[in-house]
């Protein structure tokens, strides 16, 4: 981009930043962009050379050309710094911050935030000085600052009903709410997000502010686990997205489409819609572009795919630079229990303030400490748990919390676990998510042999067999396999673990892709197909695999 100097004739038409600007309010990002890139602004007119470049900006914008937008935006803060236009000055600054946060550079945001102070803590009945304090609003709820980012929206939703911008009050009541549910009153923060809501829905907010509100209302029903309520909203802002396309908010809502649709099972469609996302943010939006990783990885690790969880959480983690719950329940598939229990301390160790944040990460602490024989620590992590679903009154927590106290029943062989898990199991049922109904189920079953109820037992299994079978989780079906056959007499003497080689041969593995399955060496595994080979007396993998199936070894 060129902004001063070059070869383009100076072009001084006094409709050019008019046409710009008519384009933009049209969403025709690409006009406003082509009628002011590369322009050579007047030195006698040093106004109208800030308002085009800031224009230039906001075009680069949407078209998702951060850096240009950046580039652009610098420019016209020092035309209006010079011109001593601070309300031009201190917005640009506002906007630098919000740019530099997108890249994931916060000391470079921290410090356009302070110019923006610096240049409209003067000017306070301005929407300029309102879009300042918004954003020192959000740094404070950032930092856990529960009670100054609250006294600040609040302080914005009145300069917004002052000044009549829709736009100012609908993103300070959209702040307002997500910290009151921080606060723990979810209630009033959902009525807030609703009342931000009401903007979106009337069309009286620009595209950028919809967008903002959109999301930080999806936001706000994940981490609540109102699932039903953030998928509705998630298909409605993807809706919305695809009808104003280029710039960050396309990938904004496939990252919360891909969860949605995760949660209801359906994770091919996820898969897809976070790749797409990851793509589209991955020079835009680093930190939500982690998130999209993170899906990505989360779904393969439900899959099987082993390889491939892994290369997608560590991409979220080196975008983010934080540790990946996923990537700990992957280690302790992989039966790398220090591992993932290091990774998963670490996580909630970041968490300072965000309790929702921590009810995310509560269930996989639980179930990695049971793994690894530490009750005690699986009860911390419930107790926890529990007291978040308490006071945040959020149906999904209190299912999560459902579902880990029953593995520590289970553990503890409490014969409490069935009627826990059954309540698991009905709680995720109403929430609509398939896989959390089938591990409940699958745990449940393991409570009910236990108990010493065979009937119930193999009912359960079953239910939770069809829904992994589904949803196409090879890892819980490995899982589930683990379970049933604990108890199981397989024929001719063999071992578990020979049954086990048994099933994947019939299944049509070779031993390369058994031993990565069971995490041996491929010598192991023809020592284990030798042994299976003498014991049931034949020559060959398909005799073995007809022997698996007349046995029920396999289905």
């Known amino acids: 981009m060129r902004v001063q100097g070059g070869s383009e004739p100076v072009v001084s038409e006094p409709d050019r930043l008019t046409a ?7 969403c025709d990002w690409q006009g406003a962009y082509d009628v002011v890139v590369g322009v050579q602004w007047p030195d006698a007119d040093p106004a109208r050379a800030a308002a085009g470049l800031d224009v230039l900006a906001d075009a680069a914008w949407w078209l998702g050309r951060l850096d240009e937008c950046i580039e652009a935006r610098e420019a016209a803060y020092a035309r209006y710094d010079e011109l001593g236009d601070r309300r031009g000055a201190g917005q640009c600054a506002v906007w630098l911050y919000e740019h530099y946060c997108f890249k994931a550079r916060p000391a470079a945001a921290g410090g356009w ?3 923006a102070r610096h240049a409209l803590e003067d000017d306070p009945e ?47 009541l959209q702040t307002l709410g997500r910290v009151l549910i921080d606060q723990g009153d979810p209630i009033e ?5 609703d009342e931000a809501m009401l903007f979106a829905v009337e069309g009286r907010l620009r595209p950028y502010s919809t967008g903002k509100v959109y999301c930080s209302l999806i936001s706000a029903c994940e981490a609540l686990g109102d699932l039903r309520r953030a998928a509705e909203w998630s298909e409605a802002t993807t809706r919305w997205a695809l009808r104003h396309p280029l710039a960050v908010f396309p990938g904004l809502c496939r990252v919360h489409l891909a969860s949605s649709l995760r949660s209801r099972g359906r994770w091919n469609e996820a898969e897809e819609q976070a790749v797409r996302a990851c793509a589209e943010l991955a020079t835009l939006n680093v930190t939500n572009a982690a998130a999209g990783f993170a899906e990505i990885g989360e779904i393969r690790r439900r899959i099987g795919d082993l390889e491939g969880a892994e290369d997608a959480f560590r991409r979220a983690e080196q975008l983010c630079g934080q540790p990946q719950s996923g990537l700990a329940l992957l280690r302790l598939a992989q039966g790398k229990l220090d591992t993932a229990t290091a990774i998963i301390t670490r996580a909630l160790d970041e968490i300072t303030w965000d309790r929702l944040a921590r009810a995310r990460l509560l269930p996989a602490r639980a179930q990695i400490a049971i793994a690894s024989g530490d009750v005690p620590a699986a009860v911390s992590a419930l107790e926890d748990l529990e007291s978040i679903a308490s006071d945040f009154a959020s149906p999904a927590v209190n299912a999560a919390a459902l579902s880990t106290r029953g593995r520590i029943q289970l553990a503890s062989n409490d014969r409490s676990a069935c009627a826990t898990l059954r309540e698991a199991a009905e709680r995720w049922q109403e929430l609509g998510v398939p896989h959390e109904v089938a591990t409940a189920r699958m745990l449940q079953g393991a409570a009910w042999r236990h108990a010493g109820d065979r009937d119930g037992a193999a009912t359960s299994f079953e239910a939770a067999r069809a829904i992994f079978e589904r949803l196409g989780a090879a890892l819980d079906l490995r899982d589930l396999s683990d379970i049933t056959g604990a108890n199981l007499q397989l024929p001719a003497g063999l071992s578990q673990r020979e049954g086990e080689v048994l099933r994947l041969v019939a299944a049509g593995m070779t031993n390369k892709q058994i031993a990565a399955e069971l995490f041996l060496s491929e010598k192991t595994i023809a020592r284990h ?14 005799a073995a695999t007809a022997f698996a199936f007349e046995h029920h070894i396999v289905r």
């Not at 929206?153 to 609908?170: C, Q």
């Not at 923060?189 to 997000?193: D, E, R, S, V």
């Open 20 to 26: 710009a600007r008519l384009a933009l309010s049209c």
């Open 113 to 115: 935030l302070r110019r």
């Open 126 to 172: 301005s929407a300029e000085y309102g879009a300042l304090r918004l954003r020192e609003a959000e740094t404070a709820h950032g930092g856990g600052n529960l009670e100054a980012s609250a006294t600040a929206a609040r302080e914005v939703v009145e300069l917004g009903r002052r000044l009549r911008s829709a736009d100012l009050e609908a993103e300070a």
């Open 529 to 542: 197909l030798s042994n299976i080979f003498t014991k049931i007396e034949v020559a060959s993998r398909s």
């Open 189 to 193: 923060g959902l009525a807030t997000l």
